[in-house]
């Protein structure tokens, strides 16, 4: 194996390696939302899990169902993004910018 091929090939299989402990980080990165001016919060981790949602009484209205299941979804779907975001960001770093499909 040359050696210009030996030095590619260690360097791919140290971001790997960091892709791999990133992956493994992403359960304890956490993002939080709240939506209708807090009436809804929620919080999901970089795994596209929800760890919790907060709905205030004041949201629940039974003749405006509707309105409060937007603000779950708006607050669900911001946070995942958040989180999205972050992850991206930080797997950007260890690719140098390159984008790899199914990463993030």
Do not use: C, R, W, Y
């Given at each position: 194996?040359?050696?210009?091929?030996?030095?590619?090939?260690?360097?791919?299989?140290?971001?790997?390696?960091?892709?791999?402990?990133?992956?493994?980080?992403?359960?304890?990165?956490?993002?939080?939302?709240?939506?209708?001016?807090?009436?809804?919060?929620?919080?999901?981790?970089?795994?596209?899990q929800v760890l919790s949602l907060v709905i205030k009484k004041e949201a629940v209205?039974?003749?405006?169902?509707?309105?409060?299941?937007?603000?779950?979804?708006?607050?669900?779907?911001?946070?995942?993004?958040?989180?999205?975001?972050?992850?991206?960001?930080?797997?950007?770093?260890?690719?140098?910018?390159?984008?790899?499909?199914?990463?993030?």
């Amino acid at each position: 194996m040359s050696k210009g091929l030996a030095q590619i090939m260690k360097q791919a299989q140290m971001m790997q390696q960091k892709m791999g402990k990133l992956q493994e980080e992403a359960a304890a990165k956490t993002a939080e939302v709240a939506t209708g001016g807090g009436a809804v919060t929620v919080v999901v981790n970089g795994k596209n899990q929800v760890l919790s949602l907060v709905i205030k009484k004041e949201a629940v209205d039974p003749e405006d169902v509707e309105m409060l299941q937007d603000l779950v979804l708006t607050a669900v779907n911001e946070a995942l993004k958040k989180v999205h975001a972050e992850m991206s960001e930080e797997m950007s770093k260890i690719t140098g910018g390159l984008s790899i499909p199914g990463l993030f």
